[in-house]
Every structure is written in structure tokens, then in C-alpha cells.
């Protein structure tokens, strides 16, 4: 064995093992974990020393180690004589983060730290959730994204272009980690509401994915980020001298075809039936295709279209105490037809259709659509892109959305266009004047895309909007009462919908899958949040939501035959928690 490496037993994993956090599953990094197959067998594992093991962010502790393992992994001398607990650690960065003006600079310090000690990057988002949320995910990661070429400073997944072609499963083998349960790839076409940006993209699968270990709970060793980089149709990256893509025009048709394909098709061959792919960012004209193509021989989940979809039904399902009545006595109107619109609508026509025992087809007759070329109706059959045709119905052609809101008199108005200000202060009143509790959800992201403001929603409507935004907005004084916005985020449903697939061995995911985790999240929410008017809970217990909606998804998963892990925990919110990583330090000893 070489003079650096130490075989040693970690007594601390043990006693995890036999307490049951490893979910009773395999862990080659000692991390508590959700993952597949094989019983967790803790009885040796390697760990570098001295200077490497400082530069090891899974092992590095930096100042908490104890003096004993500075003794025993010769770290005597490499680090100043002070020993540090994780909690004061904690305590030092928060401080030091908040002393940034800036929120790309957060971003980037967070970042340094992920890549520095991953323990500690991840102890500190999940106690500061709520304050951090916003620095790693939007609104700063789409900032983030846009300068990615300049702050560009070492590999967070794999890139995977055209000049691979041919060449995936050999780069897939690149990657260190073999265990991989959770991909996040885009293409980088669609991002957030701010277009193509190549390459540069991918900052949204790194940012997913430290979200799927924090609120979620999967092991940090399993998470893969991949950007596909077929070009960019955006000049002002291609003539950035500091641009890290490819410098062409997007590759569209058969050439982008085969080499998603194969791309799909290596993943499944490196690393099995039951790894989660989950889209990101594609553009309309894709991710409707991709998700149609592989739902059925791959894992595969588009979070755009089904992750937002999931989070507004459970808002929409939680709202109902507010506003009364059933999800089918009311009338929805969207602005925006593309992936997110059509799927939020899809999924509430089938919540109402399972509820009512209505056709699919008759559900649908309440939910209206706007896209740029007006409201979507049957005389517009012939031009409308496929997957907007479904929501066409019998009226009178009508141009913009406020006259849409006159004419459909909806009870719900979701934003979803990628489009700010467009809840324009006549549009909020019309809803006001319709309504004693107008529901409005501006759900585009970043902050700068969303069609209203929480302050614009609550002052227009004199203080009875029911509000929420995809972007986080600061609580609203109005008259004397404090508003408080709710923030439909995806970052509710897929780090528990993923961890549900994971701890169920599920091979296919399902439209009944995404009703049981709305169901879950919109019952987590209390009567203390809906006196301050929210219709989604605290981000501060989100593990605990992602657990019940992990069992809720497992479960479904079982009840349709698609689950893999038999046979079935009785208890599967306890078995969710039980695999959940934690970022505590472990001991060295």
C-alpha cells in the first residue's frame, strides 16, 4: 500500500450502518445515501493523507480535525494549531458570506467551498436553506450562467459535444464516480428565461443536482451534471473571446437526433435501467420530443414541464382552503403555451379527471391558454405547434391577454411566458374585479422575467391576491398587513420526486407519479402557513417534505408494478429519511 493511503475501520459508519441511515445500500464514499442494490458493508475504506487529503473535498475537514487525526493522517504542520467544530466552521462562512454586496460573488464563494470541503458546502445549505437557495438556484444561477465563460475555473460534470460523436460511452467512462443514479443534462438551448446560452448552461445541472443532495438527500458521488453542446444560436456568445463552447451555429435535425440518441443510450448501457435522467432546459421543440421518445425505454424526467407542473398543482391543491371549492369548480387561464404551460395544464386536467372521473378530454374544457398570437382556439387548429392542439377550444378569436381574462373570467391566472411585466396593474384588477380572491401565479424565472411583483399582485388587487412566484420575492406591507409571497420552485418536488424513484428501484416514471407528489406537498402545508397566506410551506423543513413526498412517489411506484427494490418498506417515510446523505463529519479514526 502506498506511504499516503491508510486502510482503516470507520467505527463511526458502522454504528450508521447498524443504525439503519444507510437505508441498507451500498456506500463506497462512507456517505449516508440513497442509492441501489447492495447492503451497505462498512468494514475498511481508503483515506488519502497529508496534502491530499486536505485537497480531497469529500474528506477534507479542514480546521475541524481533531488532533489525534491530524496525528494520524500527517497533518501536523499543514494546518494552523486551532481546532474548529463544524457548527463554528458554519458560523464563520455564513458571516463571511453575507459581507458580499454581490450575489454572483456568493455564488462564486459557495462554489470555491463545493470544491474545497463538500461536507461543510452542504451542511451550510441545508440549515441556511431559505437564505441560500436564491445564491446557488435561481434568481443568481441564471447570472451565473450568462458569465459562466469568465468565472469558469475547474470541471463540475461532463461536456459532451458534437466532436464526441460517436465517442459517449467512452466519455460517460471519463467520469471518476461508476454509481450514478441522477443526471441533470441540458443542451443548454432554453435557459431559465434568459434564451441560449450554449455551453455556459451549465451551471443549471450543477445547480440542480447540489439541490438534489441537499433537500433530497442523494449522495453527493452519485449526482451527474452533463451539458450537450451542439453550438449556440446566441452571436453574442459566439463572438465572446472568453466563450468555452463550440463555436458554430446549433445542430438541429437528424444530427442532433443521433447524437442524443446516442447519448441515451450510452448512459443506459454505463450505468443501467434505473438511472434518472432528468431534462433540463431544452428548448420547446425538444424537450416535448425527448420526453415523448424515451419515457417509455428510459427513466427520464423533463423538470420544466413536469417538476413545474407538479409544484403549481400542489400550490393550486393547498390554495383551495383559501379560496374554496373543488380544483374542478375552477377556471384557469394561462399566459405562455410552451413547456411549462401546457404541462402545469395537463397535469391539473388530470388531477381533475381522477377526482371527478371525467374524461381527460372534458377536464381540459376549463383550463384556457394565451400564447403571443392570442388566445388558443379551435379556429388556430391548423397552425398550432402539436402539443399546444389539445387545449384549442370553441370561442371567438381574442388578441391579448387582458381581454382574454374579460372574456374566459377565470378564477386562476398562471404566468408562464418567460415574459415580465405582463400582469400589467389593468389585468390584476380585472382579476380583482372578477374575483373576491384572485389567484395569480407569475411563476417565470429569474426575478427580472416574472410577469408581476408580489408588491404589484397584493397592491393592485388591494390586498386579496393569494400570490406566488417561480422567482422568491421579499414579503409585502399593505395597509397595515404583512404579506408573505409563496414561492411555487421546482426545488419542492424534484429532490424528493428523484429520491422516491431511487428508494423504490423504480424503471419508468408516470403521470399518476407526479399527482402522488403533489398531493404529498400540498399536504404538508399548515394552518399557520395558510393564516399568513401562503399556499406552500417553509423551505426550513424541506427534508422532512422531501421525505413524504419520496414515500408518496415510492409508493405509486410500487402500486403500478414500476418499483424495482422488494420487497416494500412498510414504512417508507422512515426508509426515505433512513437514506438520506448527511453532511455531518465523519471521524477518521
Keep these: 500500500m502506498s506511504s499516503n493511503l491508510k486502510e ?89 458570506l453575507r459581507q458580499y454586496d454581490v450575489p454572483l460573488h456568493r455564488y462564486m464563494a459557495l462554489m470555491d467551498l463545493q470544491e474545497r470541503n463538500e461536507r461543510l458546502f452542504y451542511k451550510l445549505l441545508i440549515d441556511n436553506v431559505e437564505e441560500l437557495l436564491p445564491v446557488v438556484y435561481t434568481p443568481t444561477v441564471g447570472e451565473a450562467c450568462q458569465k459562466y465563460g469568465s468565472i469558469y475555473r475547474r470541471p463540475q460534470g461532463l461536456y459532451i459535444s458534437l466532436k464526441e460523436k460517436g465517442k459517449i460511452l467512452d466519455v460517460l467512462k471519463n467520469w471518476g464516480e461508476k454509481s450514478i443514479q441522477v443526471i441533470v443534462v441540458t443542451d443548454g438551448e432554453r435557459i431559465l428565461g434568459l434564451g441560449d446560452l450554449g455551453c455556459q448552461g451549465m451551471g443549471i445541472p450543477v445547480g440542480k443536482l447540489s439541490l438534489y443532495t441537499a433537500l433530497g438527500g442523494v449522495r453527493p458521488s452519485a449526482c451527474l451534471p452533463i451539458t450537450i453542446d451542439v453550438g449556440t444560436n446566441n452571436e453574442k456568445l459566439l463572438n465572446d473571446e472568453f466563450y468555452i463552447g463550440l463555436r458554430q451555429k446549433r445542430a438541429t435535425g437528424k444530427e442532433y437526433e443521433e447524437l442524443l440518441d446516442e447519448f441515451m443510450q450510452a448512459v443506459k448501457q454505463n450505468y443501467g435501467e434505473k438511472v434518472l435522467i432528468q431534462f433540463e432546459d431544452f428548448a420547446n421543440h425538444n424537450a416535448f420530443d425527448l420526453l415523448a421518445k424515451y419515457n417509455s425505454s428510459h427513466l427520464v424526467f423533463n423538470d420544466d414541464i413536469q417538476g413545474t407542473a407538479s409544484v403549481v398543482l400542489a400550490g393550486l391543491l393547498a390554495s383551495l382552503k383559501l379560496v374554496g371549492g373543488a380544483l374542478a369548480d375552477h377556471t384557469f387561464l394561462f399566459l405562455g403555451a410552451g413547456e411549462a404551460g401546457t404541462g402545469i395544464a395537463e397535469l391539473i386536467a388530470l388531477e381533475v379527471s381522477k377526482q371527478t372521473k371525467a374524461p381527460l378530454e372534458e377536464t381540459r374544457k376549463k383550463i384556457w ?53 405582463t400582469f400589467t396593474k389593468e389585468v390584476v384588477e380585472a382579476m380583482s374585479s372578477l374575483n373576491e380572491k384572485p389567484l395569480i401565479l407569475a411563476l417565470s424565472n429569474p426575478t427580472s422575467q416574472s410577469e408581476c411583483t408580489a408588491e404589484e399582485a397584493y397592491t393592485w388587487s388591494k390586498g386579496r391576491a393569494i400570490f406566488a412566484s417561480g422567482s422568491p420575492f421579499d414579503p409585502v406591507e399593505y395597509e397595515g398587513k404583512v404579506f408573505v409571497p409563496g414561492q411555487a420552485n421546482n426545488a419542492y418536488i424534484f429532490p424528493g420526486f428523484g429520491l422516491g424513484l431511487i428508494i423504490s428501484g423504480a424503471i419508468r416514471v408516470r403521470h399518476e407519479m407526479l399527482l402522488a407528489a403533489s398531493e404529498a406537498l400540498a399536504a404538508q402545508v399548515t394552518q399557520e402557513n395558510y393564516d399568513k397566506g401562503l399556499i406552500y410551506p417553509p423551505f426550513t423543513n424541506i427534508r422532512k417534505i422531501s421525505a413524504h413526498i419520496a414515500a408518496n412517489v415510492a409508493a405509486k411506484a410500487y402500486e403500478l408494478g414500476l418499483a424495482s427494490h422488494l420487497p416494500r418498506p412498510k414504512d417508507l417515510v422512515k426508509y426515505a429519511e433512513s437514506c438520506m446523505y448527511s453532511p455531518v463529519y465523519r471521524s477518521y479514526l
Design 369 to 421: 391558454l394565451v400564447d403571443s398570437k392570442g388566445l388558443i382556439v379551435r379556429s388556430r387548429m391548423e397552425s398550432l405547434q402539436h402539443f399546444k392542439k389539445p387545449w384549442a377550444h370553441e370561442h371567438e378569436p381574442v388578441k391579448g391577454l387582458l381581454d382574454a381574462v374579460k372574456a374566459i373570467k377565470p378564477t386562476v391566472l398562471i404566468g408562464s411566458s418567460g415574459v415580465g411585466k
Design 8 to 96: 482503516m475501520r470507520n467505527d463511526s459508519v458502522s454504528e450508521d450502518a447498524r443504525k439503519g441511515l444507510g437505508g441498507g445500500v451500498r456506500d463506497s464514499y462512507t456517505e449516508d445515501s440513497a442509492t441501489d442494490d447492495q447492503l451497505i458493508t462498512p468494514s475498511t475504506y481508503s483515506v488519502a493523507s497529508g496534502c491530499t487529503l486536505l485537497r480531497d473535498p469529500r474528506y477534507n475537514k479542514g480546521l475541524a480535525f481533531a488532533e489525534k487525526e491530524r496525528d494520524a493522517h500527517y497533518l501536523r504542520g499543514l494546518l494552523p494549531p486551532a481546532v474548529l467544530s463544524q457548527e463554528l466552521q458554519e458560523k464563520r462562512l455564513m458571516h463571511n
